[in-house]
């Protein structure tokens, strides 16, 4: 069934455009679920024009769920005390990633576990969304029934994440980053990050983008969708689903 767990945000301010949220997950083949994620309706910002943002994130986990299951416990409380800053929201949720991710390294041990990474912060007022990724889950907007990818997957394939890897003094092999990990950007994985060079960063690519009368919905969700199915066809199914459960407007 879709959508699962859904919440209105800001239904009770006309002043604010409204979101219903879903979330769900499959296990697939695997006999056991790395991936997390996470909801907020309303966080509290006195410097934001309406006084509140929303928060939703998907994390997907690999070589463990320690990494996944961190960031989800963590980011928002790290994204709170950031927004308290009052600097604009892109910077904050950049802020919020570097922090998160520095600190779970220092208390990992020597975990293995790390995880790819798409946040949004959602501005009801300004009907505006900044959307931060790390690694290849994907936002996704459905505008004019067209899907328009909101984020950049940063596989280790990529020529510009390659390029940025050598000169770090990393290499690439078999779309692999130190032949061992198929995204560029990541949480956690310690043995890539105790060092002093760059080779597998945190550091998300933070984007924005309006929310204008012709979009009905955006998606995150992790490369196990994508791989399987392209962006416009996730949003031919999710638009279906949303109809056949008498939804016109919303946010998965």
Known sequence: DFPLNCTDSYCNNDKYHKLICGAGRTRGRRNYMEDFDFQFDSIKVSHINGGQVSLYGVLDGHGGVDCAQYVSDEFPSKLTVELRAKRPLAETLFS??????????????????????????????????????????????????????????????????????????????????????????????????????????????????????????????????????????VVRMVKELLEQNGIVRGMS
Request: hydrophobic share 35%; with cysteine; charged share 25%.
């Open 96 to 233: 919020a990633y570097i922090k998160t991710d520095v600190e779970f390294v220092q208390v990992a041990n020597d975990s293995q576990a790390g995880c790819t990474a798409t946040i949004c912060i959602w501005d009801g007022k300004n009907n505006m969304g900044y959307i931060g990724n790390a690694g290849d889950t994907r936002a996704v907007l459905c505008r004019n029934n067209q899907a328009c990818d909101l984020t950049r997957d940063k596989k280790a394939s990529d020529p510009y994440e390659i390029a940025r890897i050598y000169r770090e003094g990393g290499f690439v092999t078999n779309g692999r980053v130190m032949g061992s990990l198929a995204v560029a950007r990541a949480m956690g994985d310690c043995s890539l990050k105790h060092t002093s060079k760059r080779i597998l960063i945190p550091d998300p690519e933070v984007t924005s983008f309006a929310f204008e009368q012709e979009d009905e919905f955006f998606i995150i969700a992790t490369d196990g969708l994508w791989d399987v199915m392209s962006s416009q066809d």
